[in-house]
């Protein structure tokens, strides 16, 4: 399973957006990495310094908020995880800690105020896809043990008919969550179209670098944009 897909309609709703994505194998995600923690806390008390209080005030944010209301989305009911991080950040307070690939992508969330997330290849029987629900698909909750019925025209990470995230980018489904044991890995950020291609090009020297120097593994980087809609990787 080495293909992403986009469905050209979801580019209509999100105009300008492109999406970052490095994908990644052999990576040891069991051993506590001290730079990955270092990032991860300085990135969180640099939040302090964007001169904002209310995390709705950023850019980027407010670009996002306008894309989903115009779907029809609430952001007070599915805030973005970077809306979400953002706030918390802005809170203060310790920061949280999860595996090291995922305090990774949330350091690098913070350092470029862009969502950025990853799926465990090795869970998913099918390929990926960002498109539109139909109404047929289902989706399994952190915590939940049951899947639920998703309603049509949500935009969600794909398997075949599972659903990896609701509303683009607020909840993730316990299939192809990344864990200790993941070890091929599909990393993601959505840069909104406010942001522009030197901050999705930032992301993706962000992504390469770390994966190297942090986690001691190559991986092939891709930027999409409204002309690509398929994307193959070797592997």
């Not at 690939?101 to 969330?109: E, G, R, T």
Request: proline letters at 5%; glycine letters at 8%.
């Amino acid at each position: 399973m080495n293909h992403f897909q986009v469905d050209p309609e979801v580019y209509q709703h999100f105009p300008g957006m492109r999406l970052v994505i490095a994908v990644a194998e052999g990576l040891d995600n069991h051993t506590a990495r001290v730079p990955v923690k270092e990032l991860w806390q300085q990135s969180w008390e640099n939040v302090a310094q964007l001169g904002i209080e209310d995390a709705r005030a950023h850019p980027y944010v407010k670009a996002w908020r306008e894309n989903f209301a115009a779907l029809g989305v609430s952001m007070k009911r599915f805030p973005t995880s970077i809306e979400a991080m953002l706030r918390r950040a802005l809170k203060g307070g310790d920061v949280f800690s999860i595996n090291p690939l995922v305090d990774f992508y949330n350091a690098l969330s913070l350092q470029h105020i862009c969502p950025a997330g990853a799926f465990d290849l090795d869970a998913l029987d099918q390929s990926l896809a960002l498109r539109m629900t139909t109404g047929e698909e289902r989706f399994t909750a952190l915590d939940a043990t049951e899947p639920v019925t998703v309603p049509a025209g949500e935009v969600a990470y794909t398997s075949g008919a599972d659903v990896l995230t609701r509303h683009f980018m607020w909840r993730q489904s316990r299939l192809g969550l990344v864990t200790p044991h993941s070890t091929r890995i599909f990393l993601v950020s959505e840069i909104p179209g406010a942001a522009g291609e030197a901050v999705a090009e930032a992301m993706r020297g962000s992504m390469t670098a770390g994966l190297r120097d942090l986690f001691g593994v190559p991986c092939q980087s891709f930027v999409m944009d409204t002309d690509q809609a398929d994307l193959c990787w070797s592997g």
